[in-house]
Nanobody, 123 residues
Framework: QVQLVESGGGLVQAGGSLRLSCAASGRTVSGFSMGWFRQAPGKEREFVAAISWSATPYYADSVKGRFTISRDNAKNTVYLQMNSLKPEDTAVYYC?????????????????WGQGTQVTVSS
């Protein structure tokens, strides 16, 4: 059974940084695409970043240049380093994985989800 556990969220001032972690069990993060999504109150869940099985990163335009997705195969963990945070980055951030290797940016293409971690950026 695949389980994803996010951590690292919190409250930060605008311009600050946070690093989110997604610890996976029941799946090796290097063998499948892993993604980060976020959902703000009253909005749909949206794509943030993904990393392919070959470690190629993909980013939403809104976070490109500020966020970095990476993984540690030995720890079976995926990270999202978030720099230059803005109030509009405030959301619950979810880690997800899918059963095929192609990188996708839509929620319907992902099969397993973590419980989410809250990120709040104050102005």
């Amino acid at each position: 059974q695949v389980q994803l556990v996010e951590s690292g969220g919190g409250l930060v001032q605008a311009g600050g940084s946070l690093r989110l972690s997604c610890a996976a069990s029941g799946r090796t993060v290097s063998g499948f695409s892993m993604g980060w999504f976020r959902q703000a109150p009253g909005k749909e869940r949206e794509f943030v970043a993904a990393i392919s099985w070959s470690a190629t990163p993909y980013y939403a335009d809104s976070v490109k240049g500020r966020f970095t997705i990476s993984r540690d195969n030995a720890k079976n963990t995926v990270y999202l380093q978030m720099n230059s945070l803005k109030p509009e980055d405030t959301a619950v951030y979810y880690c997800a994985t899918k059963n095929t290797i192609q990188v996708k940016t839509t929620t319907r293409d992902y099969d397993y989800w973590g419980q989410g971690t809250q990120v709040t950026v104050s102005s």
